[in-house]
């Protein structure tokens, strides 16, 4: 009895483990689509050997801080009457610019983009004799517009979602993420890269490859991901009840809700990321350089002479060497 009890404790502490486990890894790892996504990112990164070419490469990451954000949100408004409609959508934005300035929202600028401001049309049934005829007629006028929010301070975006919405304005259609100093960020890539780079030719040097004295080409490529081009779809696992499936019962199945997160770009292939610790959605900056050395024969080519010599075949069939001059 005390054997069955000991075995029953070992049994739910590895079940224990196995929760514990999953849930550091997240919900995510249950999706096929990221599970192919982590098996492509772990394939090892694979050297190669071109003839007496040596190929050096470096891949440098930068996270950056946005300096600015740009918020869309999109408005519509119908209205039975053109002066209706352009004074009811004015009214919310007005509204919402109210609550802003009332909230003391640090925003930095808002404009109003002007979409479209059109008639809207129904059908209407007319009937002539035993025939029945639909006829387009004028119902309406719909007004759609965008407003543009420029602040600096990400955390004041939730606040403004909140202050848009108690004006029934409820469309955020992104947010643009901007940088103010790009090329300020891409040279400081380039400069640790190219030191990163010289380490590396020392270290081959260390070898006993004749590298000064080879003949060198380089490339260098740079990008940027903005947060908007990061975000991925994204399903809450779930699944049935084993008893009710097993007792026969029918199982009403729920829908699984659909969101989004942010995926950064992985540092598995990167040789150098500055700033690695993100809880904001960064701007990634990537710098890849790569270098390639033409280096000199191994062996050198030994002086070869061309001795040609001239034979004179006798009667008696004896060789004899002509001497020419």
Not at 159 to 166: F, G, N, S
Not at 220 to 225: L, P, S, T
Not at 232 to 259: C, E, F, W
Request: proline share 4%; glycine share 4%.
């Amino acid at each position: 009895m005390h054997h069955q009890t000991r075995s029953l404790f070992a049994l739910s502490v590895f079940a224990l483990g196995l929760s514990a486990s999953a849930q550091i890894a997240g919900n995510l790892l249950y999706d096929a689509n990221t599970r192919v996504f982590f098996q492509q990112a772990e394939q090892p990164v694979k050297a190669t050997i071109q003839g007496n070419m040596l190929v050096l490469e470096v891949n440098a990451m930068m996270n950056a801080r946005a300096d600015s954000y740009l918020a869309i949100f999109h408005v519509s408004q119908v209205g039975q009457t053109a002066e209706e409609a352009d004074s009811l959508i004015n009214e919310r934005i007005d509204g919402m610019q109210a609550r802003l300035k009332r909230d003391k929202l640090k925003v930095d600028d808002v404009f109003i983009d002007m979409l479209s401001f059109v008639p809207v049309f129904e059908y209407e049934t007319l009937r002539k004799g035993w025939s029945k005829y639909y006829q387009e007629i004028p119902a309406g006028f719909e007004i759609q517009k965008n407003i543009h929010v420029r602040f600096s301070d990400a955390k004041v975006l939730d606040r403004i979602v909140t202050a848009a919405a108690k004006e029934e304005i409820y469309d955020l259609v992104k947010v643009d993420y901007s940088v103010r100093d790009q090329g300020a960020c891409l040279d400081t890539l380039r400069t640790i890269a190219f030191r990163a780079m010289q380490k590396k030719l020392d270290a081959f040097g260390k070898l006993g490859m004749k590298l000064e004295e080879s003949h060198r080409n380089a490339a260098e490529q740079n990008a940027a991901f903005f947060p908007l081009e990061r975000y991925r779809d994204y399903q809450a696992h779930s699944s049935m009840s084993l008893n009710s499936k097993r007792r026969g019962q029918a199982v009403n199945d729920i829908r699984k809700p659909k969101t989004m997160f942010y995926n950064k770009v992985p540092y598995g292939r990167f040789d150098i990321v500055l700033h690695p610790d993100i809880t904001e959605p960064p701007v990634q900056y990537t710098y890849n350089l790569v270098l390639q050395c033409q280096l000199p024969p191994a062996f050198q080519a030994k002086d070869v002479k061309e001795l040609v010599k001239y034979v004179w075949l006798t009667d008696k069939g004896d060789m004899r060497e002509l001497q020419l001059p």
